[in-house]
């Protein structure tokens, strides 16, 4: 296994096959320059178009990337949800789930998961869970 599947594992609900699925779909994190290509490699992208200075979001995700990726970051944001309810990303698709359809807050969600994936990979640092704040 490598060490970039290492590393994918350290987030809480990652097993082996996703951590290795998703290092082989990304074939070298060094091909994407930013979070945002890399979000638009898993197809999780929502496509926009710019005129007079204002951007206007059309339709949803382009889905243009590895339907299987997709489906293990989706198993792991709500993986995240039941089981670790105090880490940011469980946090954050909760925050989303209240103002969003279920579907549509796991999609944000897995977004956010991918930018920490590349982050992740990119400075070759495990997952670290924001500690929570003392009242």
């Known amino acids: 296994m490598s060490e970039d599947a290492r590393l994918l594992m350290t987030i809480k609900g990652v097993s082996a096959l996703t951590a290795v699925t998703i290092v082989t779909a990304i074939d070298g994190i060094y091909r994407f320059e930013t979070p945002e290509s890399l979000v638009s490699f898993f197809g999780l992208a929502v496509p926009h178009k710019e005129s007079a200075g204002k951007k206007v979001k059309i339709g949803v995700i382009t ?4 339907p299987l990726v997709r489906k293990y970051l989706a198993n792991v944001v709500m993986q995240q949800n039941m089981w670790c309810k105090d880490s940011d990303l469980s946090q954050f698709y909760r925050k989303k789930a209240d103002v969003m359809p279920h579907w549509k807050a796991v999609t944000a969600a897995m977004r956010k998961l991918t930018c920490i ?3 992740m990979l990119t400075k070759k640092q495990a997952y670290r869970l924001r500690p929570v704040a003392q009242a």
């Not at 889905?63 to 590895?66: L, M, R, T």
Request: proline residues 0%.
């Open 117 to 119: 994936i590349w982050a």
């Open 63 to 66: 889905k243009e990337g590895d």
